[in-house]
């Protein structure tokens, strides 16, 4: 590689982008590009282009998709109540979702449309040209899917975990119905709002007459292509939020922190996911007349930086037992960081995502905060813990006011030929 | 260029990216690339990254940006209402407003943060890291800035436009308070939704004692870099939307059309343009259980092409004259496209996005649809004429209500050293 390359076509030809890339780093390198060469050249161009436009997560496999893949741009999030009471619907409707979010995770069409101009036409048609834009669906079900006002709707009760229900409640918590609960959850995620949009749509429509929408909230993240540092994004009050994060490459991780594993309870959740959903308002007027020194406290992280306080860099590691020079703990211990933390021993899969809603006609502020999404094996061991030492002395609970609550069991992945649910329903 | 170059990193520096690949296009090129070439070509690719990042809208000039603007993935709309009743506050505000908006139209922070711990920062951080991401801000003015309640608030009813009054009432409006007028607006787009609030939240918090938020709304577009097609933009129905839209780069149709002149009305306002914003709720069940032949009978259009009926092509020019076998005309008059072409002589500039704000409570359906945004010379003879049209007898009626409505005066664009509304307030 370090000398001239003749057949320059088959050296393009040869190395991926990537490979070239790295292979260019090492520098002294000559290479005669002939004409099919710079074709070659200009093919890495198109292919860098080509991946933005084919950007696809499979949907099938062991876990779904949208849990462990990395976050993407937009959410749209959407509870869903369920109005049939035959079981058999249930199954065809999560059939009927499996097929269409194949096609739509796949960046296709749900039909080609104009087959017939005299019957609706069977995708709605707002994604057509876009590409898949990453889009993965996520399908959860609620507690009262199994058990709803003492009754068993579907037959389903005995297979009900332990761990699904009803969080409990926590001090100062405000929740609404209009944001809490649902039987069924859909999360889409994209880099595309319209490509998750167009998804949701499209599984409410297909869900006609079996279940209809409780509630929904689009969520949004800094893009991807506008942050090229990628950098950890910062949350509504420009604090980096998820820098301490299980790592999702680490299956051993995974397995121990974010899935269900056999025995843990029923086995028709195996590989599957406990997902948290709190729609936090965050009163973001009230803490615009905060001061730094106040808001760092609060956070126990430098705002710039991010790092832990008393630190230089976010990834340092924080130090919780650091005095100031007057005895008191540089890291305060009601910091929403030094509770998130606790002792160290319980961990969750965050995948939030940020949200505004104009104004909240209540008190003519921004409706905005914080989509809080996370992933765990059992909530009573990991959410619930957590959230109960935040609920009682986090210093951020002067900034923010919990409005909304649910929590799902995000079924198994699925395989060709097979659906989603088919461990529960079948 | 059609032999090969010996000084490969001269030929590598002498050449933009752009300029290469239209080179290499014309096909049959030898180039011999050296060590430093190689790194020319590197740094090909990373200036293609480098463009994405530094992506900024100029601030100042004859006109604001944000009109004629290629249209940006995400919007942040915000209607104010004043709250102050001294105008020196009126014009304090403004001059911020210029202050802020040039330096996050450039993508730099309000001010270097962490300076003083000891007050609120000044830039509330959301969108540290970020680039600018195309943001444009753009301010206009409502009739009640002028006269509220039949007060000359600010000493300005002189200065009223006769075309800047509130819309009439058109047949089937169902305009909600909520989310009609006010005194003030801005609209920032970007594309990167962090950016526009982060824009609009500043700007806002600015404003703390002399204005208030009365609506918000975000909306969205398919997003350009996922769609390298840059086809026509499609709406919630599917349909592609603004495909008539008057050519931006032709100043003598902006001048015609879209930019109030000299001698118009009042002359501080030469160089803006009237802005209307509709918030329309689409029925988009109703709509998805409705065959696709009505479906295009009622745009016009054909769904999959964007052609008009009859045509085969998106831009083919539609014949609104031509019959089909039985005599009927193929574009049925009451079509949204034939009610809005008229007789060819009305025009705006439309630079709407969709919107969604999750479910209805009202009706359990999506609250989604089309905030409309369109600029023009003068209302009276080109808004108001065409939707008039519309409202009485668009076949798209059935599919949608407008809920919100609000006009205003963008005001014209500004200079270095000089602020956004002084030709109004000074």
Redesign the interface.
Known sequence: MAE?QKDSSLFVKKVSRRNM?KT??A?????????S???G??S??KA??TE??DNTVPFYGKHQAGITTEVQ?HL?FASLNVTTENKQDLVQLFKDWTAAAEKMTKGEPLAE??S??????K?????????A?NLTITFGVGPTLFVKDGKDRFGLQAKQPAELQGLPKFPLDALED?WSGGDICIQACA?????A?HAV?NL??IA?GKA???????G????K?????K?T???????KDGTINPDVKKDSDMNQQVWVQQGDGPDWLAGGSYMVVRRIQMY??VW??????E??KTFGR???SGAPLGMKQELDTADYKAKDSNGQPIIPKDSHMALSHGDGTQSILRRAY?Y????D?QT???D?GLLFICFQRRPSKQFIPIQNRLAQSDKLNEYIIHRGSALFACLPGTKQGSYIGETLLS
């Open positions: 001239t890339l260019a780093g520098g002294g390198i000559g290479v005669l590009v002939g004409a060469g710079l074709g050249i200009l890495i161009t860098s282009e933005q436009v741009n749209y449309s104009a017939n101009a005299y019957i609706p036409p995708d709605t048609g707002e994604a057509t040209g876009l590409s834009s209009a880099d595309d709002l319209q490509v949009f749509r409410v429509r006609r209809v929408i409780h509630w929904a909230q689009t949004f993240q800094r893009s292509q506008a942050d090229a540092k950098e994004p910062r949350n509504l009050f420009g604090f973001i007027e615009d007349r905060t001061t730094l020194s808001q760092e430098h705002r710039d940020s505004e809603s104009g104004m006609p003519g502020s921004f905005a």
